[in-house]
Each structure stands twice: as structure tokens, then as C-alpha cells.
């Protein structure tokens, strides 16, 4: 089975640029869910998605925004940029909420985002 | 407030030896706890879960204990390789929304 695949795996943007960062969940999975790992720190909780819907979202600006696709992909939009939004970005799918509170998460390897 | 506290500083073991981790979390009862295991540059990989009513989990290697009423749990490696060098992490369910909380993650070193 394919695991959650991010694109693109690096990223350099400039200050107040824009930055996509794509995720496809493993199939089957229908939530997904968003992270921001800064060097050194632990996991961020940003944005979390199922069945199409914005469900919950962590301690971040409106800057940080995304969405769910029919197909169950998502995409993470940060507008903007800051110099600390340097980060690796982290996509996780899960099976529905639906079918137990004890669905692991499975992550991709990530979006290593610069922003010089 | 709701804390996940793992050991901040690096562990050190002699290869072979067993490895034990500890996660700590205050104003919580989580329904279950999860353990996962992350390499530099990569995504963490979910490694086992422990449920509440559950003292103890096994799988190969690896054993996780969960005292609710220590509100800790510990994830021990026995017979240690320096390939389970990595940063292990544990998370549990948060009050609401079904978000898992994460604890900041201990790195382990085995040395050979």
C-alpha cells in the first residue's frame, strides 16, 4: 500500500511570498491532517480535514490556510511568508474519526519550507 | 492546562541494554496513548498504542505500560541495536475534536 506522499520535499521562498505544500493520504484514509515540526521542536498541530471538511485548527494565524479535495488530498496555503514559518510540514491521514478515537496516524516525510 | 512531559534530555545506552522512555502528562484521562518513532528529516512512525484498561502492550521488541494512576506511561526496547536510535514521541487524545496532544519527544542513542 502507498503511504501519505507530500510535495514538494523542499521549498525556498523569500518573505512575504506564498507557499502551496501538497498531501495524498493513503487510500481508504479520508482525514488529514497538518503539522508544523520547527528544527529542534516538537509537533505543531496546524489544520485538520475529513470528508472535505475543516474540523479543527491549531494556534495559528488565518495566514495558514488549506483545504480538502473530493479525492481526499489536501493542500496547505501560507501566505505571507515570515522567516519564522521556516519549518518541516508534516501531512498525516487516518481512517474516518467515525471508525475509532484510536486510528493511528501515518505520516509523510514532509515539506522542508525556507523562507530567506 | 494539559502537559505531555517526555525526558527532554538525551538518552545514552549501551547496545544490547534495555531502553526506557517515560511520558508524563498532567489534567488529563486519556482513553489511549500512542507511541511513534521518528528519524531526522522523516515523518514519525506510529509504533503502538496502549488503550486505558490495558497495563501492558508488547510487540517484538518493544513493551509500553500505562499507569493511569501515576498518569504515565513508559516505552521500553529491550536488547537495544544502535539502529533504534531515533526520537520516540508519545501522544494522547486531547479534550476535544479527537486531537492528539504531543509530547515534545526523547532522543535515544545506542551506542554500539
Known amino acids: 500500500e502507498a503511504g501519505v506522499t507530500q510535495s514538494p520535499t523542499h521549498l525556498i521562498k523569500t518573505r512575504g511570498q506564498q507557499a502551496t505544500l501538497r498531501c495524498s493520504p493513503i487510500s481508504g484514509h479520508t482525514s488529514v491532517y497538518w503539522y508544523q515540526q520547527a528544527l529542534g521542536l516538537g509537533l505543531q498541530f496546524l489544520l485538520w480535514?475529513?470528508?472535505?471538511?475543516?474540523?479543527n485548527r491549531g494556534n495559528f494565524p488565518p495566514r495558514f490556510s488549506g483545504r480538502q479535495f473530493p479525492n481526499y488530498s489536501s493542500e496547505l496555503n501560507v501566505n505571507a511568508l515570515e522567516l519564522e514559518d521556516s519549518a518541516l510540514y508534516l501531512c498525516a491521514s487516518s481512517l474516518a474519526v467515525g471508525t475509532g478515537l484510536d486510528s493511528p496516524l501515518h505520516f509523510g516525510n514532509g515539506t522542508r519550507l525556507t523562507v530567506t | 492546562s494539559q502537559k505531555i512531559e517526555q525526558n527532554s534530555e538525551a538518552l545514552n545506552i549501551q547496545e544490547g541494554k534495555t531502553a526506557t522512555l517515560t511520558c508524563n502528562y498532567t489534567n488529563y484521562s486519556p482513553a489511549y496513548l500512542q507511541w511513534y518513532r521518528q528519524d531526522p528529516g522523516r515523518g514519525p512512525v506510529f509504533l503502538l498504542l496502549?488503550?486505558?484498561n490495558e497495563k501492558e502492550k508488547r510487540k517484538e521488541r518493544l513493551k509500553v505500560t500505562f499507569d493511569t494512576t501515576l498518569k504515565q506511561s513508559l516505552f521500553h526496547i529491550t536488547a537495544s541495536q544502535p539502529a533504534d536510535s531515533a526520537t520516540y514521541l508519545c501522544?494522547?487524545?486531547?479534550?476535544?475534536?479527537?486531537?492528539?496532544?504531543w509530547g515534545a519527544g526523547t532522543k535515544l542513542i545506542i551506542k554500539p
Open positions: 480535514y475529513d470528508e472535505g471538511e475543516e474540523r
Open positions: 501522544a494522547l487524545v486531547g479534550d476535544s475534536n479527537y486531537q492528539l496532544i
Open positions: 496502549i488503550r486505558e
